[in-house]
């Protein structure tokens, strides 16, 4: 069964900690995505990458970066976690960038 | 870049009625119109999409209908069951030369037994 890992279900971290958010996937697709979700704000796209250290900046990336060294690895990462980065984290795969996403189960993260 | 309404935001039918969730847009470009289910504690998943050389898709209970003119297109789903319970999304291309998927806000879609 095709899927796309999270590594974490939850973590809480202290305000100022750097934080690493490590997404793999073994369906060997080109395009990675880091979404978070909020009540009532939807997903927004953070970062996505189309191919092996390539990556572009989505609609929200202020205060993160993002690393992706291998095809199969995409790592979101809070430079200095801030409380207002508490939230869901969605990382997805696709085939293509016209296909559909395949989302991991999400990241609950909760700063304080 | 694009902008995707999506209504209603919650949605209550009777078990074996009819729901459906309408997505509009802004970028007349847009030809890959997907829509997501995400149940409680899980990331969403794919469970239709549709191109635009299409009007009208179908999967069993579920189908989505485009209308290219007017910028919409809608999810159907008949004869509700309860584990149709959840939240859907649509999506639509972000454009503007940007690559991923702009989400709509999503609908809680709630059957009563």
């Known amino acids: 069964d095709v899927k796309v890992t999270q590594s974490s279900r939850y973590l809480v971290k202290r305000t100022g900690e750097k934080v690493f958010l490590e997404c793999v996937q073994d369906m060997d697709h080109e395009n990675m995505f880091w979404y978070r979700q909020d009540p009532g704000l939807g997903l927004r796209l953070i970062y996505f990458?189309?191919?092996?250290?390539?990556?572009e900046k989505g609609d929200i990336p202020e205060g993160y970066s993002v690393s992706r060294e291998k095809k199969e690895r995409f790592s979101l990462i809070l430079e200095s976690a801030s409380t207002n980065q508490t939230s869901m984290y969605l990382c997805a795969s696709s085939f293509h960038r016209m296909s559909g996403y395949t989302f991991g189960s999400g990241t609950r993260l909760t700063v304080v | 870049g694009e902008n995707v309404e999506q209504h209603p935001s919650t949605l209550s039918v009777q078990e074996g009625d009819s729901a459906v969730i309408k997505c509009t847009y802004s970028d007349s470009a847009s030809n890959y119109f997907p829509w997501y289910k995400q149940e409680l504690g899980k990331g969403p998943q794919l469970i239709i999409d549709?191109?635009?050389?299409?009007g009208e898709k179908k999967d069993q209970r579920i189908a989505v209908t485009l209308n290219k003119t007017a910028k919409h297109f809608s999810l159907h789903i008949t004869e509700t069951q309860p584990e149709d319970s959840a939240v859907y999304f649509c999506?639509?291309?972000?454009?503007?030369?940007?690559?991923?998927?702009?989400f709509g806000k999503g609908t809680h879609l709630i059957i009563q037994p």
């Open positions: 999506a639509v291309p972000s454009g503007g030369g940007a690559d991923g998927l702009t």
């Open positions: 549709i191109r635009s050389n299409v």
């Open positions: 990458s189309y191919d092996v250290k390539m990556k």
